[in-house]
């Protein structure tokens, strides 16, 4: 059977990036080289800020976003991946350019979610995903936890800070200072937490402060895998 070819609109950041490819092979059912995916990749660093431009500190990433989507379609892409939450926000706009269908990843964990959380999820996630109401769009707002302003700000350091994953990749230092960010808030009992933002991902570990970690980047995967083996 000839599989489709997977497009990853990728680089926001480079190593969710990576992370991406590796779970698509990781959870491709192959028993030789030969039956993996063919993936075409555009790791494309330079696209504008997506949190900056939401916050209006920034230009907008839709024009490279958009030429991106278009530039893996011309390659042949069946399919379009973003391993990136952000950049979901502008979901619309790049699906609009393109023939092909774009994986909606905040739709897939919503979906996720009802699955495997009975109760209220915390989100952990970047400034501009939070202020934009991405993950309502999807999921009842009264079933999200939401990090208080100070606690936000602790969360953009790990993610953007001179020791941040952005600059450094993950490192046990971020885990740590996670699962204490984490553990503030089992007083509101938390079912599980949503690694609402890629660096996030790569930081947790399957399970933080002893409840389970829901990872957009894995489930991105596993759609990924089942569309591409689909007749």
């Known amino acids: 059977m000839k599989h489709k070819m997977v ?5 926001m950041g480079p190593h969710s990036t990576i992370r991406l490819f ?4 990781d959870k491709t ?7 993996h995916l063919r993936i075409l990749i555009d790791n494309r660093p330079q696209i504008p800020d997506r949190t900056a431009f939401i916050l209006g500190k920034g230009s907008s990433p839709v024009p490279m976003l958009q030429e991106s989507a278009q530039l893996l379609e011309r390659w042949g892409a069946a399919l379009i991946a973003i391993p990136c939450n952000t950049a979901h926000f502008f979901w619309e706009d790049i699906q609009v350019v393109v023939q092909i269908p774009v994986l909606n990843m905040i739709e897939l964990v919503a979906k996720t979610v009802s699955e495997v959380a009975a109760g209220r999820v915390l989100l952990l996630a970047t400034t501009g995903t939070v202020r934009s109401g991405l993950y309502p769009r999807y999921l009842p707002a009264d079933q999200l936890i939401l990090p208080d302003e100070d606690t936000q700000q602790n969360i953009m350091n790990i993610i953007y800070g001179p020791e941040g994953v952005k600059q450094r990749g993950p490192l046990p230092a971020h885990e740590k200072q996670l699962e204490l960010i984490i553990q503030k808030f089992r007083g509101e009992q938390p079912a599980a937490v949503i690694a609402g933002c890629t660096e996030i991902e790569l930081a947790l570990g399957e399970t933080a402060a002893g409840l389970p970690v829901i990872k957009p980047l894995e489930v991105l995967a596993t759609e990924v895998v089942s569309r591409a083996l689909s007749p």
Do not use: K, S
């Open 29 to 35: 059912p192959a028993e030789r080289e030969q039956d």
């Open 22 to 25: 590796e779970h698509i092979v």
């Open 7 to 11: 497009g990853i609109l990728g680089g």
